[in-house]
């Protein structure tokens, strides 16, 4: 199945952050990923905790982003790491949570990812994205070898919109990752229903 991730951008959210997050899980996408780096570690922990509790209440999957501190005090099963932290973590990160992710940039960084335990990684950015203002976009035929050298899931991020999906698709993707969209569509349920439906 190819699923559709959000990532969280408090910062680029139109409306109240909880209300939109509340907005999303129930449009049911197949996971949200808290990603929020330029909090301290206190207000990333509140911040968790009470969008830990939305996606709950939705049923949604919900991954700490880069805190894995806060993910083991709140009991959060599910961690995603950039791989620079996750090749720099102390111990075994696979016996202490029942999902890792890893954001990767390059095919030898997927492949560490795979090695380091990671059950799944993002690559990107696949497309020109205003969260990456001046950097040119690695492109389909990146995601395709980031595709074909690893066995986990792999999932597309940077610039996804229905539009160019199906090309997601049909370069190996496991699923896209999506975020100023949802942070700012005006009906996440379309946007999803679009999403799947491209």
Do not use: W
């Amino acid at each position: 199945m190819f699923e559709i991730i959000c990532v969280t951008d408090r910062k680029s959210c139109r409306e109240d952050y909880f209300a939109r997050l509340e907005k999303i899980a129930a449009a049911k996408p197949d996971r949200i990923i808290l990603r929020e780096k330029e909090l301290s570690n206190a207000d990333y922990t509140v911040f968790a905790e009470k969008s830990m509790n939305i996606c709950r209440k939705y049923g949604i999957p919900c991954s700490i982003h880069t805190y894995a501190a806060t993910a083991e005090k709140l009991g959060a099963g599910d961690i995603h790491l950039p791989i620079t932290v996750l090749k720099n973590f102390s111990g075994n990160i696979t016996g202490r949570f029942r999902t890792v992710g890893a954001s990767v940039h390059s095919v030898e960084e997927a492949a560490e990812a795979e090695n380091l335990g990671a059950n799944y990684i993002t690559a990107g950015h696949i497309f020109e994205t205003g969260c990456k203002k001046g950097l040119p976009p690695r492109g389909l035929s990146f995601l395709e070898n980031v595709c074909k050298r690893v066995d986990i899931p792999v999932y597309a991020i940077g610039g996804i919109n229905p539009e160019n999906i199906s090309s997601i698709r049909n370069a190996g993707a496991s699923g896209a990752c999506i975020m100023s969209s949802f942070m700012n569509c005006d009906d996440p349920v379309l946007l999803l229903h679009q999403l799947r439906n491209h």
